[in-house]
């Protein structure tokens, strides 16, 4: 994400999921997510799944601010993740 983007959490508060049937996988999966940012853009980011229900998925996906480069997680609608395969890097 550029700088001083930010995801922008769905609609979904994290009480609301808590609320929900959770399920967790062994490991966290990789991920592509459709994810809005603050400017008001949509952008497909690569990230990881923590967790999920039946409508929603919680994420992880960093980002660049203006000085560091961090995480966010947040809870989006599963129709905006889709699983990818992360290739090994070679040295």
């Known amino acids: 994400m550029g700088t001083g983007s930010v995801p922008i ?9 808590g609320r929900l049937a959770v399920t ?5 999966l990789p991920i592509l997510v459709r994810v809005f940012v603050d400017d008001g853009t949509e952008r497909t980011e690569p990230g990881f799944a923590f967790a999920s229900t039946k409508a929603h ?3 992880q996906v960093q980002w660049q601010a203006e000085y560091y480069k961090g995480a966010r997680e ?5 129709e905006r993740v889709k699983r990818c395969v ?4 070679i040295p």
Not at 9 to 17: L, Y
Not at 74 to 78: C, D, E, I, L, N
Not at 86 to 89: G, K, L, M
């Open 57 to 59: 998925v919680l994420v």
């Open 24 to 28: 967790h996988p062994k490991r966290s």
């Open 86 to 89: 992360i290739e090994p890097r």
């Open 74 to 78: 947040f809870w989006v609608q599963a």
């Open 9 to 17: 959490a769905s609609s979904v508060a994290t009480g609301d999921a």
